[in-house]
């Protein structure tokens, strides 16, 4: 166990008690599969000029 996790109490990020609904998870990753789709048209059109999906 390293000084900082002693001075802090040893909690992690992960050990917080609120977690996702399955509902916001599924929300959550078609958000993302689209930015990542977008940005993929994005780099397919050369990837320089502006993003017009923001």
Avoid: F, V
């Avoid at 399955?22 to 929300?27: C, H, K, T």
């Avoid at 990753?29 to 780099?43: F, H, P, Q, S, Y």
Wanted: charged residues 35%.
């Amino acid at each position: 166990m390293g000084l900082w996790s002693k001075l802090t109490g040893g909690q992690t990020a992960t050990s917080t008690t609120t977690s996702r609904t399955p509902r916001e998870r599924a929300r959550r990753e078609r958000e993302i599969r689209k930015i990542d789709a977008g940005t993929a048209n994005w780099l397919r059109a050369g990837g320089r000029g502006p993003r017009k999906d923001r």
